[in-house]
C-alpha cells in the first residue's frame, strides 16, 4: 500500500490506479460506516460512491498532516450518510 502522501499526490496529478488503491482499501469502512447510518445497503453503495467521487474530483481536501486518508473517507462517509439520513 502507497503512503497516504503518495495517494494524494498522484489523485492531484490524475491517477486513477491511485484511486484505485484507495477505494481497494478503505471502501469497507466506509460503506460499513454508512450502512450502519443509513440502514440501507443501496444508501450506503451511494455513499460510498459520492465520497470517493469527492475525493476524486477535489483531492487537495484531503491533508496527510492532519490525519489518515482511512479517517478522512470515514469522517466523510459519517456525514454524508447522516445528511442522508436526516433528508429521508
Do not use: C, N
Request: proline fraction near 5%; hydrophobic fraction near 45%.
Amino acid at each position: 500500500m502507497i503512503s497516504d502522501e503518495d495517494v494524494r499526490a498522484r489523485l492531484i496529478s490524475g491517477d486513477p490506479h491511485a484511486l484505485e488503491s484507495a477505494y481497494d482499501a478503505y471502501a469497507p469502512y466506509v460503506y460499513g460506516v454508512a450502512v450502519k447510518v443509513t440502514g440501507s445497503a443501496a444508501a450506503a453503495e451511494e455513499v460510498t460512491q459520492e465520497v470517493f467521487v469527492a475525493l476524486w474530483e477535489r483531492p487537495g481536501a484531503f491533508d496527510p498532516r492532519t490525519g489518515s486518508l482511512r479517517a478522512w473517507l470515514v469522517t466523510r462517509s459519517l456525514h454524508v450518510s447522516a445528511t442522508r439520513s436526516r433528508v429521508s
